[in-house]
């Protein structure tokens, strides 16, 4: 039986587990595999956790663990070995391997390497709580429930739900008392034997997995090149995107992102906007179906708050108070909307979705009111820096939108985001002897917060117009190289990847979700607004960073982890609270590398344009199987920095 719960003030480290995914499906594993019910260990569906305890003995014993690996990300195997023939001397002659699924399915395989016919015990122990994640992680999950025998397994009730274990074959013994199935098996010299177990809750059919499904929003893309990390980054982050998928029970075509796994498998608004805006280049489904989804959540009526897209509140560091992801999100509506028309959306999802775009437009103009800057929606909240890069974004997207459309208000929102810069670039920024830096923010009395963080890099997210022409940004020419300059040195950048807080300023926690750690979203984001305004080596630097760090994650990356300085003999530290997988950090695997190619399209003109790294700094990258209007598009970058378009629709043209 699992120890007693306790109450604990952190949450369950899982930087070790093996968390295999395919939402609402999920089952964390320990490195060993068994599952000994400790900690966070489990089956779960939908939040509950439906097995807790899965412990294998062949022969009345453990296997002996030597190999755990993720083989995609809903699939572990777990590979232990035994000697079971008497007197065969120090060489094993069972092989247990099990593959272990994030659908409840467990498939456990006996192998034998013995000279003669073996009969072998084997046992399986079971047990649950029925919990609910959330419980589990604060440790009050609740002791193991009492079994009864059911079908060709085990069934365990609660009055929140119930689960059950079957088995196929049937085993030859079910002990309830124990949570026990037992099974006797014959091996043949160099044969092998299986069984299956099958966890769900009970009246629950297959679980039908959105990112398994036919309709998966995303395109078989493919990369490779000279640098051998590039095809498994591609491959992994693509594999997580789809692990992470969630569908709109009410609408079931409309597909989007959880933020990631465990702590956060439900809706989170601004993370599932951010993370479709940085895959439209696998396609505009993702954007379609998260689009439309949140404009049913989106806030009607007459009050302040009429046409934002609701969102929890987000720590926002040591200086300052938590944030708002309600607005981000309701900024990051219309500059999706606009982008992905750009990508190809349809006209007819453009126009279904105009409406809730112009709902979040409105907001932002009626929110600033007469005034200059976006604040916070709370009374008394500061002015962020990160939160004017959002408005000043949307508005220009956004009005570039609107004119498409042939709908008013563009002007308005243009000649807002003029006064806007013109403001910022005096207000948001002090001199130093440094060369001067954006401040994070201004207080309610207009004290400016000096600090400098991650957040900068959204200054340079400045977002696509048509033509493979970029908005303008709110910092001017001399500023934006002052900031590069910054993001680019050992302050921000770790040699893994930018941290959320400058090494030097106040308050600086390599392991703060906010005040240090590296977030890999913020740090793609770097990457991309640096290289496109001409910063190179300040990109390249951070890109390879960050690269290093994925190989060391297993190209598996987490939403952020600890920002110690790199050394020349050191490994990325996991941060013990992230998501991994996360939505963000998968959709910047894919976003870094097309970044590289420089992609811009404008399917609504019928051309695209390519702005690569010239300087190359991954050598030759080829990428496959991208989709602009719902086309196959392929493009591959040279040594030289020189791009070339290898497959595209028909009459898809080449911009200037």
Known sequence: MPPPSRRSAELPSTHTALVCVALPGLVISPEQGQLNGEG???????????????????????????QARMTSADRALFVGTLRVSPHSGPDPDVVV?????????????????APRPLRVPLEVALGTDLADLGAIASGTGGPELPA??????????????????????????????????????????????????????????????????ATSPFAAASASGDDSRIRPLMRTSVEDLRALLLRDPAHPSDTYLAAGAPWRCGPAPAEALAAARMTLSLGTRLAAGTLRTLARAQLTGSGPRSGMIPGPRRDAGPHLPPGCTGTEATLLFPTLLAEARRWGLPERDTAELLPAAERCLSWLLNTVGDGTYLHDPHPGGPVRCETQAHAHRAALLGADLLDACGRPGGAGLRRWARELRTA??????????????PVAARAPDGTPVPYLGSGAAHLLDTGLLGGGELAVGLLDKVQTEQLARLLGGPAMDSGWGLRG?????????????????????????????????GYEKEANTLL??????????EHRLPEMYAGVRRTEDSVPLPHPAACRPAATAAAAGVFLLSTLAGIRPDASAGTVTLRPVHSAPLGEIVLTGLRINDAPFSVRVSRLGLAMVEEAADGLQLGV
Do not use: M
């Open 544 to 553: 390879r960073g960050i690269l290093a760090a994925a190989e060391a994650f």
């Open 97 to 113: 391997e099990r593959v272990r699924h994030a659908d409840g399915t467990e498939r456990i395989t006996l192998h034998s390497a």
């Open 40 to 66: 966070l260990e489990g089956f779960y569906r939908a939040g509950r956790r439906v097995l807790s305890r899965c412990q294998v003995r062949v022969a009345g014993r453990e296997p002996l663990a030597v």
């Open 424 to 437: 910022f670039r005096e207000e948001f920024w002090i001199d130093d002897l440094g060369g001067g830096r």
């Open 148 to 213: 009864t025998v059911h079908d060709s397994g085990l069934r365990w009730s609660c009055p929140t739900g119930t689960s059950s274990v079957t088995a196929d074959p049937p085993p030859s013994d079910a002990l309830a008392s124990a949570g026990l199935l037992r099974w006797e098996f014959e091996l043949p010299p160099g044969g092998s034997r299986s069984l299956e177990l099958r966890v769900r809750p009970d009246g629950a059919g297959p679980l039908r997995a959105a990112g398994h499904a």
């Open 501 to 533: 807080l400058g090494a030097k300023e106040a308050g600086h926690n390599p392991f703060g979700h906010r005040s240090g750690a590296v977030r890999v979203h913020d740090t793609a984001v770097a990457v991309a607004g640096l290289a496109a305004a």
